[in-house]
Structure formats: C-alpha cells, structure tokens
Nanobody, 124 residues
Framework: QVQLVESGGGLVQAGGSLRLSCAAS????????MGWFRQAPGKEREFVVA???????RYADSVKGRFTISRDNAKNTVALQMNSLKPEDTAVYYC??????????????????WGQGTQVTVSS
C-alpha cells in the first residue's frame, strides 16, 4: 500500500507559478513510477507528467516547456513546478503511483495509488 498526500495548490494569475508537492509513504518508493494528472470540471482525468525512479520523464504536450517534475527518492517526494500558468491549467491535480514495468504510461488505469487532489486555479 502507498499513501500519497499532495500540497501546494492555490489561486494564481495567468503567467504565474505554483509548485505542487506529493509525499509518499508505505511500500518501496523506488519501485514506482510517479505521475501527475489533472481533472477539470466536466472533463476526464488528464495526464500531465510522469517520472521514473531514475529520473526519466514523460510530459503531456500541453505542459512541455512550462512544467517540470522532480523526484527526491531519499525523501519519498515528488514535486511539480508549474510556470507560465494559463487559465486552461485550472483543475484538481492528483499525484499517482504505479509499479514501473519499463514504460511510463499516460493512462490513469496504469496507476494504482492516488492522492486526494489539490485545487489549482489560474485566473485570467
């Protein structure tokens, strides 16, 4: 079992920045790929970015060049630095963990554990 707790959401103006954090506890953190997803009202959960234990990453095209994921295996944490935020980035952001099998998946079904979510609101 892995427990995930997100923090760092909030309200920011367009063009601003926010940093989300996800703290993991439970099973061996290094076995898991970590991902961030987001879900806006009335929309499906959407892949944002994922990272392996060794630091390999996969980004959604919509956030490339603006968002950066990082991982601290010693502290069992994952962070998402979000710059140049746009109103369309407004959503609840979820941290997720899934056993890494060699592919960084973008589909939510590939992740076994989820945090409770943190709201990010970008005003225009």
């Amino acid at each position: 079992q892995v427990q995930l707790v997100e923090s760092g959401g909030g309200l920011v103006q367009a063009g601003g920045s926010l940093r989300l954090s996800c703290a993991a506890s439970g099973r061996t953190f290094s076995s898991y790929a970590m991902g961030w997803f987001r879900q806006a009202p009335g929309k499906e959960r959407e892949f944002v970015v994922a990272i392996t234990w060794s630091g390999s990453t996969r980004y959604a095209d919509s956030v490339k060049g603006r968002f950066t994921i990082s991982r601290d295996n010693a502290k069992n944490t994952v962070a998402l630095q979000m710059n140049s935020l746009k109103p369309e980035d407004t959503a609840v952001y979820y941290c997720a963990a899934g056993v890494y099998t060699g592919i960084l998946y973008s589909r939510p079904g590939a992740y076994d554990y989820w945090g409770q979510g943190t709201q990010v609101t970008v005003s225009s």
